[in-house]
């Protein structure tokens, strides 16, 4: 079993059983300690466990990942999505781009576009745009969260529901077998329904590990997407309900 299927295979029996312990998991994939203390670091950092003493145990539902260590998490797989999603973006587009780590350097990728609008409630992203003077940068009002630099609340959900864009560039924190699309923040969530519901077409970007987690707050649902952007083939009940539901799959 390579590395890829055996920490899969950690998190389905963290999952199952609610904690395990190291020596358990060495004695199940019949390998080292060292070799399985190596696979719960990199699955915590991925935030798809949560590393305990001797073992690990489910990750929280109701607590993300902090952003700076998001930030640095499946650097070379967002940077894949995020030159698949900027190929698909033509000249002269009007997206949104709403709050996240994938986005942002979707937005990075998106410098050698022409003449973009783009209204966003990420910070971050507004900063990576502005310096192209042949796009418009628009930023949504709200409340600025100190962590990541998102905007949130009524006055950007108002906000954002003057516009009618081409496409909305979306982010998420997870993404269930039953194609329910979960976040952490309900004020986020709301934020990003509005977007969904404003833009012509809905690209969502999420690195292989999204299919992972369980936040505990429902955004949406694949059903709304026209398209999804990843980097590994998605499991098989999510691929069943993209075909089901003709959403374009690329896979980075």
């Known amino acids: ?11 389905e029996l963290v999952r199952q059983n609610g904690y395990v312990s190291i020596e358990q998991l060495t004695d199940h994939f019949s390998v080292t300690p060292q070799t399985i ?6 699955l915590s950092d991925e935030g798809r466990i949560r590393r305990v003493h001797g073992g690990a145990g489910v990750e929280s539902s109701t607590v993300n990942t902090a952003y700076s260590t998001r930030k640095t998490l499946h650097l070379d797989e967002k940077e894949r999505i995020a030159r698949c999603v900027a190929a698909q973006i033509p000249d002269h587009a009007s997206l949104f781009i709403n709050i996240g780590t994938s986005n942002e350097m979707i937005a990075q990728a998106l410098l050698e576009h022409q003449g973009l609008e783009i209204i966003t409630n990420n910070l971050n992203v507004a900063a990576i745009l502005q310096r192209k003077e042949d796009f ?3 930023i949504a009002g709200g409340q600025v969260r100190s ?3 998102g905007i949130i609340g009524e006055a950007t959900i108002d906000f954002i529901n003057q516009f009618k ?3 909305g560039i979306i982010g998420i924190s997870g993404i269930d077998e039953d194609g329910s699309l979960l976040e952490f923040d309900y004020q986020e969530v709301r934020v990003a329904q509005a977007i969904i519901a404003n833009s012509r077409r809905v690209y969502l970007a999420a690195d292989y590990s999204k299919f992972h987690r369980n936040p505990v707050v429902r955004q949406g649902n694949l059903a709304q997407l026209d398209a999804l952007f990843t980097d590994r083939q998605p499991p098989e ?9 003709d959403v374009t799959l690329h896979v980075a």
Do not use: K, S, W, Y
């Not at 691929?239 to 539901?245: D, G, P, Q």
């Open 237 to 245: 009940a999510i691929r069943r309900l993209l075909i089901e539901h």
């Open 1 to 11: 079993m390579n590395q890829h299927h055996r920490q899969d295979a950690i998190v």
């Open 37 to 42: 203390r190596r696979d719960l670091n990199t």
């Open 147 to 149: 962590r990541d630099g």
């Open 136 to 138: 418009t940068v628009i």
């Open 165 to 167: 864009v081409d496409v």
